[in-house]
């Protein structure tokens, strides 16, 4: 947060020398630097102002109609090396403020950083923009609430070269970095003068009157007081060098560290320092990976009020790693599998075994099909060829360094009748094959529904997963199976946002719209099992216990449409991959159709439609399609002759194509008479 000492700074102006700024940058002093409305015509959107004495742009609840936000658009944007966009801004009562970035040609906008809690003074943001070769925009949408006394204001844009991490604090901003307030100990802003026998200069330009960060124990009462300063939260992935100057003095004891701290509280030890005190300014090079949003925190604890000092200066990053014996970069996706193509790194704990046996179910009526496709393969447990009294199976998978905080995904699935808590278990295992941790156990006994679980692990050794399924009893033994595994770097609970163009409707309708003119029913998100018998599917596609939208045929007539479709998008000139998951179970299932409006034409285009009862399962589906102009993509089902007719859609995901590997994109079938070929 930025305090009224730099508030004042920021209204007064300031003599810092300040980083070459680039095209893009605005401090809104005589106009808004070619910043303008968003010219979308299918979008209401209000204005931003500009203060009449200037210093600020701001759009306010009080001068909004009916829309519910104002969109400020920059110009075009064509910076190749990596930037950082600085946002000094301020939100009042009850809105929010998003940053969003329009690469040219692209059919979306993707969400950058987003706040929306009030303050009673200016905030920085910082937020990275990777190199690109791509041209873009940087949007700014400002949404105020209905009532008096909520705006959003913005006091200044810079963008800079460089990373948002570094920082030499010659500017009144700070890069954005921020004090966490203690009532004795805290990070200020050194210059020319820190105390009577300091001895500080700036290491930037080696003279008394640079800048840098200190914190000193003078005010500390108690023991292990505490003092951190926090960098800018990253928000894209990075990793490399981070660098910086320290000077120490330590007269009755302080301790000196620097951590990560992601966005769920983990921290990390970086570094501390191996001396007690330094003579003059030290540079300190630490290799820094950032996979996911952190950031970098520099804390000090005093012991007493004759602790000492400490300062820092001139924090800069490279993504060329510091040292060479620094662990290479690795994948953990080796350890993720969709069992498609084979067993990928994973191994029978036997040579000779058939624990675990890949199957293969084409489309039918009364067996489920893999997660990935619905018609491709997964991995199956206990079944009669395998299965025997007192029986353990298990799967090795890939070792994995140690040392890091894994993100472990899978679907599970379960046949049969048999009794299966406990059934299938999920360890980490040592490189020596020793189990180290139970992570996951089966408890539940849904069924013909494939599941997904979330486990996150760290271990200091290396280790593998290994999945392990228990059969105490043949008679008593059910079908077990797996598919889909992934493994990434972070916590689960630090799962990616969704990007734009994907929706998998567990937080609403992701801005698709229903048609109130050329349809009779509507598209209906549902969680669970569809209430008629015999149709329709048991779970959704994402999670098996989330939402998914579909049409009930109970509803509707023989013949009547439900139409859904997508907000309207820019157009792009090049090509588009459609990604969904469709099910069509019942005996009376009609048609389900994706379709093109823009407009051009005065008929919608046909890009794929299925046409009866498909398949038990959720299938994916995948459509190439080409369009320059605002258009938009249109799911329509038609209910078929009888009520056991419910079509479901789920996990849409719009992605630049041509589509890759497609599996379904014949552009329109009917009726399969396939019902019940197994591969094993």
């Known amino acids: 947060m930025v305090g009224p000492w730099l508030l004042a700074a920021l209204l007064c102006g300031s003599v810092r020398a300040q980083q070459p700024l680039l095209p893009g940058s605005c401090s809104f002093e005589l106009d808004p630097c070619g910043y303008r409305p968003d010219p979308d015509p299918d979008r209401d959107h209000g204005s931003w102002r500009m203060n009449e004495e200037g210093h600020l742009i701001a759009v306010d609840s009080a001068f909004l109609d009916e829309e519910e936000q104002a969109v400020l658009l920059s110009p075009v944007l064509d910076h190749q090396d990596w930037s950082c966009v600085r946002l000094v801004y301020q939100i009042t009562g009850r809105a929010s403020l998003g940053l969003h970035l329009r690469p040219d040609g692209d059919n979306f906008d993707y969400q950058l950083w987003t706040a929306n809690a009030t303050s009673d003074s200016w905030l ?49 901003h700070l890069c954005g970095y921020s ?11 050194g210059g020319s003068v820190m105390r009577e026998d300091d001895q500080l200069g700036n290491n930037t330009s080696n003279e008394q009157r640079g800048h840098y960060m200190y914190v000193d124990s003078v005010y500390a009462k108690h023991f292990q007081e505490v003092a951190k300063l926090s960098s800018p939260m990253t928000t894209v992935a990075m990793e490399g060098c981070l660098s910086f100057y320290y000077q120490r003095d330590q007269e009755r004891g302080n301790i000196f560290t620097v951590f990560t701290r992601d ?17 003059g300014w030290t540079l300190v090079s630490v290799d820094i990976k950032a996979p996911h949003p952190l950031e970098v925190v520099w804390e000090v604890a005093f012991n007493s009020p004759r602790g000492g000092y400490v300062a820092v200066d001139d924090i800069s990053f490279s993504p060329e790693f510091c040292h060479t014996d620094t662990e290479p970069t ?38 489920t099909g893999d997660h990935t496709t619905g018609t491709g393969w997964y991995l199956l447990a206990n079944s009669r060829s395998s299965a025997r009294p007192s029986y353990v199976g298990r799967l090795h998978g890939p070792l994995l360094p140690g040392n890091h905080r894994y993100c472990l995904r899978f679907y599970y699935l379960l046949y049969g009748f048999g009794k299966v808590d406990g059934g299938l278990v999920v360890y980490v295992y040592d490189e020596n094959n020793v189990a180290q941790e139970r992570v996951w156990s089966l408890s539940d006994r849904s069924r013909a ?67 109130q003119k050329g349809d009779k029913a509507d598209w209906l998100r549902v969680r669970g099992h569809t209430p008629t018998s015999y149709t329709g599917p048991r779970g959704d596609h994402t999670t098996g216990v989330g939402h998914f939208m579909y049409i009930e045929a109970s509803l509707m007539r023989p013949g009547h449409k439900a139409r859904l479709l997508t907000s309207p998008l820019r157009g792009s000139s090049s090509p588009q991959c459609l990604v969904f998951y469709y099910h069509m179970y019942g005996s009376g299932t009609g048609i389900l159709s994706v379709l093109l409006q823009h407009g051009g034409k005065e008929r919608d285009e046909l890009l794929w439609r299925r046409r009866g009862e498909q398949s038990f399962s959720w299938t994916r589906a995948m459509v190439d399609y080409r369009c320059e102009v605002r258009h938009q993509v249109i799911f329509e089902a038609i209910r078929g002759p009888s009520l056991r007719s419910d079509i479901a859609i789920d996990d849409v995901h719009f992605k630049r194509g041509p589509c890759e590997d497609p599996d379904d994109t014949a552009p329109y079938s009917g009726f399969s008479e396939y019902f019940n070929e197994i591969d094993i």
């Open 124 to 172: 920085i943001a910082s937020v990275d923009l990777p190199n690109t070769t791509t041209a873009y925009q940087i949007l700014l949408e400002g949404r105020p609430a209905r009532g008096s006394g909520n705006s959003v204001a913005i006091f200044e844009i810079h963008i800079v070269p460089g990373y948002c991490i570094e920082c030499n604090f010659e500017e009144h």
């Open 179 to 189: 004090n966490s307030w203690n009532p004795n100990v805290n990070w200020y802003v």
């Open 263 to 279: 966005q769920l509280g983990h921290y990390e030890e970086l570094w501390r320092p191996a001396v007690y005190a330094t003579a």
């Open 330 to 367: 690795f994948d953990p996706s080796i350890a993720s599998c969709d069992f498609e193509k084979g067993l990928c790194l994973y191994q029978q704990e036997r040579a000779d075994s058939r624990a675990w046996s890949p199957v293969s179910v084409q489309p039918n009526m009364y067996r």
């Open 449 to 515: 529904v494939w599941t997904q679980v979330e486990v996150s692990y760290v271990k200091p050794m290396v280790s593998k997963v290994v999945f392990v399924t228990i059969c105490r009893d043949f008679w008593e033994c059910g079908l077990i199976a797996i598919d889909d595994v992934s493994v990434s770097l972070g916590d689960c609970q630090m799962s990616a946002a969704s990007l734009p163009g994907q929706c998998d409707f567990e937080s609403g309708l992701c801005g698709y719209i229903q048609d």
